[in-house]
């Protein structure tokens, strides 16, 4: 092979690597938000249906947080969504430094996140949703808001149980639904139902205790 032959060959090699890597970021931007880095609402649902198959396999809960920033709204209104933006990519950062390395968090739209919690029950999950709260009570938003401002959150829980007939869609709208409870109830609140008709194996009975806690009992104690 002469040095021309060779040199065209190592240059295709390369090429065919930078492709690669490009086709990669391709798809990376098509599964993740621009913004904040986090899995997208297309990602979102397609590993929800990939987590719930899981479950029905190896007999393992899955559970989902859905999160939703109060009154972010009027943060965006009166200074700007440069400011807003500044926020959301703070509140993802909480996120991954909180959940677990199998955890897949997602920027579902706006100011709206779900964390998909594989083999988990709802307390953990619970427990996920506590350590988010303390974190934005004690985070310091200076650089951002006027001193002193704290930004809450709002969180609904649900579990997918493998002998539930609940379908992918039930188990979604379940945890949207309880973060419109927790919202309705004043907000800066956790939110979760639990079927008492289903007991999952790996529940225990001091869990099915803290799990019939009021969720207002939870939030004074936290504040305690």
């Known amino acids: 092979m002469t040095k021309k032959k060779k040199a065209s060959k190592d240059e295709l090699l390369i090429r065919i690597n930078e492709l690669k890597k490009e086709n990669e970021h391709l798809k990376s931007l098509l599964l993740t938000d621009e913004l904040t880095g986090l899995y997208n609402k297309r990602f979102f649902f397609r590993q929800l249906n990939v987590e719930t198959a899981r479950t029905k396999r190896t007999g393992q809960p899955c559970t989902l947080i859905a999160l939703d920033l109060d009154d972010f709204k009027h943060i965006n209104d009166t200074l700007g969504h440069y400011i807003g933006d500044q926020l959301l990519s703070r509140f993802a950062g909480t996120l991954n430094k909180i959940i677990r390395p199998t955890d897949f968090a997602c920027r579902f739209g706006g100011d709206e996140f779900f964390i998909i919690m594989p083999s988990s029950n709802l307390i953990e999950s619970l427990n996920v949703a ?38 992918v869609e039930s188990f979604f709208k379940m945890a949207d639904n309880n973060l419109l409870a927790a919202k309705k109830a ?31 009992e939870i939030t004074n104690k936290e504040q305690q």
């Open 130 to 167: 506590k350590r988010i709260k303390a974190s934005l009570r004690n985070a310091d938003f200076t650089p951002y808001l006027t001193e002193g401002t704290h930004v809450s959150v709002s969180i609904g829980l649900a579990m997918y149980e493998p002998l539930q007939k609940m379908t």
């Open 186 to 216: 004043g907000k800066n609140q956790i939110f979760h139902e639990q079927d008492t008709n289903i007991r999952s194996t790996v529940v225990n009975n001091l869990e099915r205790e803290a799990l019939s806690t009021p969720f207002e």
